[in-house]
């Protein structure tokens, strides 16, 4: 059914380690979203239907949007609860890595999971995987989120049997989260045919948008006014838009975890834009959120510049200077990419 291939080796020594039951641990990357805690949950939910006994371990919380997918209420916080967190991982078999390539990106649980003794799996599609991070790694770039690789695995595997509407809908989510709902370019025939395959299994879809994307809170709605409104700022010679917040500021609108996601991409919604970018301050750092159109690349910049990586139109950084010169050193950054902001989107 399914276009990708597996390596049949890894598939048939992955099949019979599943055989028998195991201790198993699930873990992402640093503040998940919605693809991050979707494919962990969705695998969770298929790998506790086998008889494996499961747990998601993340390294920091998610956004409260998530937190009506089945199995969110169990997953273990590495902040909130280390000991819980290095418990599970000293005593797993096997720790699948999801939605991220490298371990750098669990920040402070790097070091616990380095000291691992299981099996390492690694299911991600960003660019670069590190070398010899896990075991098994199943790196699919092109694919546009995790949560649909992860499927196509499942597939291949004949694991979908499992599936049913809990996990289907967690899978679902981090498809249509990474995906833009469905808009960007990593969409493909293949993605569809996995989504089919999901909501064979029932999955509310409008359910789930709503969940998702309705369930702001009314000041966060006027966080997002106030930032649109005095916080915008459009450098049109070069069709960028940047977004700045401030402490001071994410205090006056009483800012909770996953409150700035989506702002950025208000940057790309207007016309002829290629890149927006969010720059907010945290912990004393300056996290960085750069989102592009077409063939220009944000994952180059967060990168060389700032720390950071991700997908050529998606990408994060971080920054030690402060929000002002932070911002300052990306504008001065700008004229090196001048052509390419320059040229029109359908000359590419
Ligand atoms: P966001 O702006 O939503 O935080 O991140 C956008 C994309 O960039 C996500 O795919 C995320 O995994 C990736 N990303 C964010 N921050 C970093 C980082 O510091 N390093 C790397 N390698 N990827 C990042
Ligand atoms: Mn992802």
Redo the contacts with the bound molecule.
């Keep these: 059914m399914s276009n990708y291939e597996f390596n049949t080796q890894d598939r048939k020594s992955i099949k019979d380690f599943f055989s028998t039951p195991k201790e198993v641990v699930i873990t992402t990357?640093h503040?998940p979203?919605g693809d991050a805690l979707g494919s962990s949950l969705g695998l969770l939910h298929i790998l506790q239907a086998q008889g494996h006994r499961v747990t998601v371990v993340v390294p920091s919380e998610f956004p409260a949007f998530l937190n009506w997918m089945k199995g969110s209420k169990d997953v273990i916080d590495f902040i909130r609860n280390p000991k819980g967190a290095k418990e599970h991982l000293a005593k797993a078999e096997v720790v699948f890595c999801l939605?991220?390539n490298?371990p750098s990106?669990v920040e402070k649980m790097q070091a616990d999971l380095n000291n691992v003794k299981a099996t390492m799996i690694l299911i991600d599609h960003?660019l670069d995987p590190k070398k010899g991070f896990c075991d098994f790694q199943f790196s699919f770039p092109s694919i546009g989120s995790t949560a649909e690789l992860l499927v196509h695995i499942m597939m291949d595997f004949g694991w979908d049997e499992h599936l049913n509407r809990d996990s289907a809908e967690c899978l679902y989510t981090g498809i249509m989260t990474d995906t833009g709902s469905f808009r960007f370019n990593s969409v493909s025939d293949q993605t569809h045919l996995v989504i089919a395959r999901l909501m064979k299994e029932g999955v509310r879809n409008d359910r789930i948008h709503e969940l998702i994307y309705d369930t702001n809170s009314f000041i966060r709605t006027k966080f997002l006014g106030y930032t649109l409104s005095e916080k915008m700022l459009q450098i049109e010679e070069y069709n960028v838009v940047i977004f700045t917040a401030s402490q001071t500021d994410m205090d006056r609108f009483n800012h909770e975890p996953g409150d700035l996601e989506g702002i950025?991409n208000f940057g790309l919604s207007i016309k002829n834009m290629k890149v927006a970018v969010l720059f907010s301050e945290r912990d004393g750092l300056v996290k960085i959120?750069?989102r592009s159109k077409g063939l220009f690349s944000v994952k180059d910049i967060?990168e060389k510049y700032f720390?950071?990586?991700?997908?050529k139109n998606?990408?994060?950084?971080?920054s030690k200077l402060n929000l002002e010169d932070t911002v300052k050193k990306f504008v001065e950054l700008l004229p090196l990419y001048k052509k390419e902001l320059q040229t029109v989107r359908e000359n590419e």
């Design positions: 990357h503040k979203d939605d991220f490298d990106r960003h950025v959120s750069f967060a720390e950071g990586g991700g997908h998606a990408a994060g950084g971080r």
